[in-house]
């Protein structure tokens, strides 16, 4: 589900969700100390998977600037109280 990987001389972190693969810098150079730290929080990550405790932020498609303004005219529109001249 995750594994921990050197790159450069630091060690990164690689897991699954929902299909796609995610890496993060775990900020920690690659010693011996460091590696059962980074087992530790490679244990703490797939539970965090698991119980869907850490929710994945998906990008927003972008929008003009020109179709903001005309939603936000048609949406004053629909409002219930009469608009102010």
Avoid: C
């Amino acid at each position: 589900m995750a594994r921990i990987y050197k790159r450069g001389k630091t060690l990164w972190i690689s897991y699954y969700h929902n299909g796609r693969e995610y890496r993060e810098s775990l900020h920690l150079k690659d010693s011996r100390e460091n590696r059962s730290l980074a087992k530790r929080i490679m244990k703490k990550k797939e539970a965090e998977i698991v119980t869907g405790a850490n929710p994945v932020i998906r990008k927003v498609k972008g929008k003009l600037l020109k179709s903001a303004m005309m939603n936000f005219k048609r949406a004053g529109r629909n409002k219930s109280y009469p608009s102010q001249p």
